[in-house]
């Protein structure tokens, strides 16, 4: 099937647009691969503290400068579900590598927090910034030069985005990634939505919330609706930096463990002393940063890669935008429903067809690129398989031929939605990010007058007061990178919701983030440029009617042009989000991110190259002009 023509056009303009960036990363790669293993470029007092407390045996090989050596990168902590089972997992990874005749070593941790544990909550305001976070940490554990291939351990929001983004600034080095798998199904979604919403109602009390709270988050393994953290896994597969079909089964079974030996051997056979040596950095192109945007839309993936994908691109000299994200969803169809877009759960969308079938729907539509590179050192139609075990031997077998439920898994020919549910809006109050694929038709366009609020909190508290039993828009600013560190604002969703479903015309704009969970109320996020920067959601005021239309892309308050000219923005006092709860560290992140259609990132791009010098000079920057990539952008968007 040759592929679709937006996903050509789409491909070769990001393609053109990152051409001097990725070229300079690329060279960068290149001049980064050293001939032999990477540690026989230590003196030899480097390599003996690097290896003193090793096991005699894995010692010698060390010594010897023969095999690989592969580095283990672990986001784990026992207080995430996701992540208590990888407590295992170095084990696990250290007999399959030296079963490979290779060794392996921890080499560091990184942070990991919850989302679900700070939602609504102070420590919130330090999630975004986690990314980068853990993106520094994974340099600080490849900095010691001692490895030749990494396995990284993460599976939620931030924390995979950053262990790429680490990765990808030591692209030479191959990697694989290795979840740990979902939780099993607890209670329906259905009914932990009907719960929260009469508590946010004060028809339920804490107890029973807590209860069914507890019922449906129980146990070891991944969250099982379709946010960010599984939203990552489905980007990862179609990546190809897992091993196919790994990304939904559950831990503390055969299947699980048999993946992650298999995943750590593989890691070695991709070394540079190898069967072929695949970096990550070639791994991850311009094809396959399409190919995770495309996977993203036809699944009703989390809105939180609207910056997470950018952020990534950027880490290997790539430059998308928003336009990019808004073009191909016009063209791929939506062919999943799990929870929020539906009332399944992840374990039962895996049971349907899973990942393999996702896969092999898009390719064979034309809307993948199948001639990518992928961990396996094959195209992307390998990865259109299902793990097993037979005879405790791990195989791999064509995925299912047909869904076996159409309620949560269709084939292109037969989506949910001709198009992928996420669109961009542009207006008097700027561009902003809506997803739709959990908004029922009704409800895409409102107009309505503005309340506006400077916090969530403000939010709430009129709600609690029973002030927003009526139609309006909610604009909740000062919440963007820049002021606050971009907290997500899911815990309004229950409030928004009830008034929704209450038969109330309710929205939601904000230059803050939803969630991964949000859902059927339209929410128009990432609103940019922020209202810190100077965004226009400063000039709104109380009663401004507001226009959203997803339907047209349209985010507009309907003020006379002359009256909006002549407003100023409206101050707010933000200290108390400055402080306390260790916000005050993170100061230095506020000040240095961009915004958050570049990624809302704190490290920049490479700097280009001078495509009439590079054969000269690789890394050259021609006098004149090293514009920096805010520039760059500013200028092509204008």
């Not at 976070?133 to 554990?141: D, E, N």
């Not at 990634?177 to 329906?188: D, K, Q, R, V």
């Not at 079974?253 to 069967?275: C, F, N, P, W, Y």
């Not at 230059?511 to 440029?529: C, L, T, W």
Request: charged share 20%.
């Amino acid at each position: 099937m040759p592929i679709h023509s937006v996903l050509d056009s789409v491909t070769r303009r990001i393609v053109a647009r990152s051409k001097p960036w990725r070229d300079a990363y690329l060279a960068r790669l290149d001049a980064a691969r050293v001939q032999g293993v990477h540690r026989g470029t230590l003196a030899c007092t480097n390599l003996a503290h690097g290896f003193a407390a090793f096991p005699a045996n894995d010692k010698l090989k060390l010594k010897q400068y023969k095999v690989p050596s592969v580095a283990i990168v672990s986001a784990y902590n026992d207080m995430l579900s996701a992540h208590q089972p990888f407590e295992g997992f170095p084990r696990i990874i250290k007999e399959a590598v030296r079963e490979a005749g290779a060794v392996a070593q921890f080499a560091g941790g990184t942070p990991a927090m919850c989302d679900g544990v700070t939602q609504g909550q102070p420590g919130m305001e330090l999630s975004l910034f986690s990314r980068d976070t853990i993106a520094m940490a994974t340099a600080v554990a490849l900095s010691h030069n001692m490895f030749d291939a990494a396995v990284y351990l993460g599976v939620c929001d931030k924390i995979v985005p950053g262990l790429l983004i680490g990765a990808l600034h030591f692209g030479h080095l191959p990697a694989v990634f290795l979840p740990a798998g979902p939780m099993t199904t607890g209670i329906s979604n259905a009914e932990k939505a009907r719960v929260r919403q009469l508590y946010a109602q004060g028809k339920v009390g804490r107890d029973a919330l807590l209860e069914s709270e507890a019922s449906s988050y129980h146990g070891a393994g991944t969250c099982t609706f379709y946010g960010t953290a599984n939203s990552n896994q489905m980007l990862m597969e179609v990546m190809g930096l897992h091993l196919p079909g790994t990304a939904f089964i559950t831990p503390g079974t055969e299947l699980r463990d048999a993946l992650t030996a298999a995943g750590a051997k593989r890691a070695v056979a991709i070394s540079a002393q190898g069967e072929r040596y695949i970096p990550v950095g070639r791994v991850v192109d311009e094809k396959a940063i399409v190919n995770a945007i495309v996977a993203l839309l036809a699944t009703g993936g989390s809105t939180n890669h609207t910056l997470h994908l950018v952020a990534i691109a950027r880490a290997a000299g790539i430059v998308i935008d928003w336009n990019d994200f808004d073009e191909l969803s016009s063209v791929v169809p939506l062919l999943t429903r799990i929870y929020p877009n539906g009332d399944a759960d992840v374990n039962h969308f895996h049971a349907a067809g899973g990942t393999g079938f996702v896969i092999r729907e898009l390719l064979d539509a034309g809307l993948l690129h199948e001639d990518v590179t992928t961990v396996l050192g094959e195209g992307l139609r390998a990865h259109c398989t299902e793990p097993f075990l037979e005879d405790g031997k791990l195989v791999w077998k064509p995925a299912a031929a047909e869904s076996g439920d159409s309620a949560v898994l269709r084939k292109a020919s037969d989506p949910f939605s001709r198009d992928g549910g996420l669109r961009l809006l542009n207006g008097n109050l700027g561009r902003a990010v809506i997803k739709v694929s959990a908004v029922k038709p009704q409800h895409r366009v409102v107009e309505a007058p503005a309340l506006v609020f400077n916090s969530q909190e403000a939010l709430m508290d009129a709600y609690k007061a029973g002030r927003l039993d009526r139609d309006f828009v909610a604009v909740v600013r000062y919440q963007g990178p820049r002021a606050n560190g971009m907290p997500e604002l899911h815990a309004l969703t229950p409030a928004l919701s009830s008034l929704q479903d209450a038969g109330r015309r309710v929205a939601l704009v904000t230059d803050g983030r939803m969630s991964g969970a949000s859902g059927k109320v339209p929410a128009a996020i990432h609103v940019s440029p922020e209202v810190l920067a100077g965004g226009p959601l400063g000039k709104v005021r109380d009663g401004d009617l507001i226009r959203l239309d997803a339907e047209t892309g349209t985010l507009q308050a309907l003020v006379d042009e002359a009256e909006w000219n002549r407003r100023a923005m409206e101050p707010a006092d933000l200290s108390a989000s400055h402080v306390g709860m260790g916000r005050e560290l993170f100061a230095m992140f506020r000040h240095s991110v961009s915004a958050a259609e570049e990624g809302a990132a704190t490290f920049g791009l490479p700097p280009p190259v001078h495509l009439a010098e590079e054969q000269d000079n690789p890394l050259a920057v021609p006098e004149g002009e090293n514009q920096s990539d805010e520039d760059f952008l500013i200028a092509k968007n204008k």
